[in-house]
DNA sequence: AAGAAACCAGACTAGTGGGTCGGTTTAGAG
DNA sequence: CTCTAAACCGACCCACTAGTCTGGTTTCTT
């Protein structure tokens, strides 16, 4: 089966190099030309290999996409401690510039999510689907929180979840710019006043 | 001076339903004949009062956009009351859906904001510039709430200006397909809640 | 060794969409 | 009524790009 592996390794590569060139450009202004010359592979490769751009995305969305997700903002979730400040250290490490030359940003889903959203609805739902995921698995952490009494009884854990997420991805609007060293210091901070306002009291005596 | 009059009809048509289209397909997406068919014109006339696309767009940005951020986020925070409320309910009405056939939800901001962030970075100073308006009205208005003792002195008005705004933009991602109706409440409730946050205390007695 | 299957090169097709250009209509001034 | 200039038309051009096709090369199987 070595074939199946150079397969694999080649498929891998478009992947990561499209990843990488769809998030700098965005999907509709990059041609596949873009990302084949840089490859230095042809036409006739890629459409072995998938059977449309499209496709190919779906492929990077469900794979790399949905493994980003899930490494940055799901897994870090599952502390055994008070919710709050692992949600906020998730956003907070989600934003930071990527090292080296990776995928910077709390990356790419809501520029992917907006680009597609008028476009392309197989897609769009694919990325929609993450968010759910992400968005389910906040709601579950934060009714944890209250059982555990680190989140005031009143909450409204879906609201929270839907709020948060929302905050997250509108930064990755405002941060899209280069002066954005003190944008990520201030949102982080501001999350923590309105966590603070749905953390349980700690009433001393 | 009635050529003048025509042109500017002309002008305005062309703006009008290309903001609306545009809004509802993407500027990258909607063709320029995508308009035209939809005002019976040609591609004659179109070239005759804009000098490109690009032009075209930043006129609709400069008149329209601009007009439509200031009626519904700038202009309703100059009220002599207590900011929290009125930045609040003018939240609240930016995401209304469009009375009628009117743009709706917010319009179009945080989407062209991301469609334009890596294709032309003309038209994205152009947005950006008004998200700036906003956000300094914004932080003005939260200033003198601190000054009028309704906001708490250790606020940061730059960051939370910086926050609500990031909210919004979010919400306009989220809300994109059906299921909307409670979005908006919920959004609303959190963002109460993490007003109570910023608040000025006030002790009774 | 030979044949098949996977892999890849690159010219070609077809469709799209921004922009151009010469010609035609319309409207207001004299 | 004429004459001029603005407004407008629409066929055409050109660059670009997703997808196809043919043919060649490598790699595995038997």
Chains 1, 2 share one sequence.
Not at 35 to 41: D, F, K, R, T, V
Request: aromatic share 10%.
């Amino acid at each position: 089966m070595q074939m199946t592996l150079k397969r694999r390794e080649t498929m891998h590569r478009l992947c990561g190099k499209g990843l990488e060139i769809f998030n700098e450009k965005g999907y509709y202004n990059t041609s596949l030309d873009d990302i084949l010359n840089e490859l230095s592979l042809s036409k006739g490769a890629f459409y072995h290999h998938f059977k449309s751009k499209e496709d190919y995305f779906i492929n990077i969305v469900q794979n790399l996409i949905v493994q980003k997700v899930y490494a940055l903002l799901v897994e870090p979730l599952n502390t055994c401690e008070n919710p709050l400040p692992a949600i906020l250290e998730s956003l907070e490490n989600a934003l930071e510039p990527g090292k080296k030359n990776e995928m910077a940003y709390g990356f790419m889903l809501n520029d992917f999510l907006t680009e597609f959203n008028k476009r392309n609805e197989e897609i769009s739902n694919h990325l929609k689907s993450i968010l759910s995921v992400w968005e389910v698995n906040l709601v579950s952490v934060l009714k944890r929180g209250k059982v555990d009494g680190h989140i005031a009884r009143h909450v409204d854990c879906e609201g929270a979840a839907t709020y948060i997420i929302a905050s997250f991805l509108g930064m990755r609007s405002l941060m899209m710019d280069s002066t954005n060293g003190q944008l990520k210091y201030q949102y982080i901070q501001q999350l923590k006043q309105y966590f603070n306002a749905i953390a349980a009291q700690r009433v001393a005596a």
